[in-house]
């Protein structure tokens, strides 16, 4: 095995997707909501070059998910490190850092990873703690590194779920002014399975 493919496996490895998921697996469905030429354009990866971020909305079931892992997949092939978390992961392994004494190595790992994804955004509301640190990594990452945001929720809602709103707006600038936008459209393809 030679050492790009080594490397490939372990940053994926790594990153702890959901799904196991490829660009070329991605139904290109304009009904969707997938603008083909914009993910032609993130597949490159000028995107992570940049430090741009990625928003994807969209209900339940219509393949957010798999496409922020296919393309958290294509950035390991690219070779950059990457990270996947399930925002309730998320918040409990902040606490638990925090806990242990170990939240600014956590911090400044995360800090570090080229490409940050975070998985269903918004399922509950963010307490004043989460708030501050999710403020911290995004500045963090902000015009750096980039991240994916996945949420069932529409933009205009998240300002409600980070709570507090001078801490929202300093998020959602860094954040969502400058990103990519994929709102997918369409039932749960679950049902169709």
Known sequence: MDREQR??????K???FRYQASIEELHMDAS???DKTLLASLTTGNYLKN???IIITGATGCGKSFIASALGHQACAQGY????????KLTQKLKISRLEGTILSFFLKIAKTHLLILDDFGLTHLEKQQQLDLMEIIEDRHARHSTIIVSQLPV???FDIIGEATIADA???????TSHRIE???????KKQ
Do not use: C, H, P
């Open 171 to 177: 998020i959602l600038d860094r954040l969502v002014y």
């Open 14 to 16: 790594n990153a702890k």
């Open 184 to 190: 997918l459209k369409g039932e749960s393809l679950r």
């Open 32 to 34: 969707r909501g997938i």
């Open 81 to 88: 490190k990457t990270a996947y978390f399930n925002m309730q």
């Open 156 to 158: 205009a809602s998240w």
């Open 7 to 12: 490397r490939f496996d372990r940053l994926q």
């Open 51 to 53: 430090g741009e971020s």
